[in-house]
């Protein structure tokens, strides 16, 4: 009888632990207009579709590979540091050309 009366308990709370465990993932996904205030424009709500914006997305990404990139090159020997992260810094290089061309920026 104690068995049973172990094994339910475990079963609910194993049960409330993965609900508690996934309410933060159902919570992430609404509407960024649900936290709007009354009286907010809904421009601030509409994301920002320019080549301007495009390009400082892309930069973004391009710029934190870099930064995983030249994290994994400091924990590789010390003999093939240097060349790790020449390497890593000519791809981020030539991510942000790539990202001046697909959005159509001009470089400086």
Known sequence: MKT???QLIKG?????LGA???SPAFAADTDPTAISQRGDPERWYQEEMTPMAYFK????EAEAVYQLSSMECKRAER???SACLREA???MQQDIAEAYRK??????
């Open 4 to 6: 049973t009366k172990q």
């Open 12 to 16: 609910m709370l194993c049960t409330l």
């Open 20 to 22: 508690a465990m996934l």
């Open 57 to 60: 997305t892309l930069k973004k």
């Open 79 to 81: 003999s093939q540091q």
């Open 89 to 91: 810094k000519a791809t």
């Open 103 to 108: 959005s159509g920026i001009r470089p400086r």
